[in-house]
T-cell receptor, first 116, second 119 residues
Framework: NAGVTQTPKFRVLKTGQSMTLLCAQD?????MYWYRQDPGMGLRLIHY???????AKGEVPDGYNVSRLKKQNFLLGLESAAPSQTSVYFC???????????????FGEGSWLTVV | AQKITQTQPGMFVQEKEAVTLDCTYD???????LFWYKQPSSGEMIFLIY??????QNATEGRYSLNFQKARKSANLVISASQLGDSAMYFC????????????????FGQGTILTVHP
């Protein structure tokens, strides 16, 4: 049972290069998310998806694109990387939230991205 | 708009003592959930405890308890009998629309508190 898996875990990019982060979950979750974490700050939502083929913007979407072509995968793309995108990226997935709430959210282990 | 505030950038506690990490929140939603996560130096996000806004009792999970004061909009984490392995960053987070399931699970995080446990 892998849970939420992110690849790659570490990457160094040059300014202007492009790359894609892959998030895969094997729990059949409807919702998936990409967050970024900068030093001294909590996680901030970049984009999210409420189902296959759907995506929506979060708090800090600029400079990123996402796709959810398959329910189990959520891709985060950087078309032209900038030093400001140096960060730790976390993917998460969630069950539909049942009445009464509860913890339904599962995080990946993070991807460390440095843009030089 | 949601907002989570953690006013303690760093906290120190002696091993085996209890410590309280503060969290206040702001939301106009009547239904929401509050979470605490632990982030050790290895970087992963570890879920600790959850409190729903309609829960009448404070949540507890082993050595963790959540002191939920709805009128004050605070959700402080209490760690009893601190251990050296508790040294980490701790995040408070909120999710709107819990009872109706309309939030799509999005979380808003505070800035975190670094806890250091001394032997």
């Amino acid at each position: 049972n892998a849970g939420v898996t992110q690849t790659p875990k570490f990457r160094v990019l040059k300014t202007g290069q492009s790359m894609t982060l892959l998030c895969a979950q094997d729990m059949n979750h409807e919702y998936m998310y990409w967050y970024r974490q900068d030093p001294g700050m909590g996680l901030r939502l970049i984009h999210y998806s409420v189902g296959e083929g759907t995506t929506a913007k979060g708090e800090v979407p600029d400079g990123y694109n996402v796709s959810r072509l398959k329910k189990q995968n959520f891709l985060l793309g950087l078309e032209s990387a900038a030093p400001s995108q140096t960060s730790v990226y976390f993917c998460a997935s969630s069950l539909l939230i049942a009445r009464g709430g509860g913890n339904t959210i599962y995080f990946g282990e993070g991807s460390w991205l440095t843009v030089v | 708009a949601q907002k989570i505030t953690q006013t303690q950038p760093g906290m120190f506690v002696q091993e085996k003592e209890a410590v309280t990490l503060d969290c206040t929140y702001d939301t106009s939603d009547q239904s929401y959930g509050l979470f605490w996560y632990k982030q050790p130096s290895s970087g992963e996000m570890i879920f600790l405890i959850y409190q729903g806004s309609y829960d009448e009792q404070n949540a507890t999970e082993g050595r963790y308890s959540l002191n939920f004061q709805k009128a004050r909009k605070s959700a402080n984490l209490v760690i009893s009998a601190s251990q050296l392995g508790d040294s980490a960053m701790y995040f408070c987070a909120m999710r709107e629309g819990d009872a109706g399931g309309t939030s799509y699970g999005k979380l808003t995080f505070g800035q975190g508190t670094i806890l250091t446990v001394h032997p």
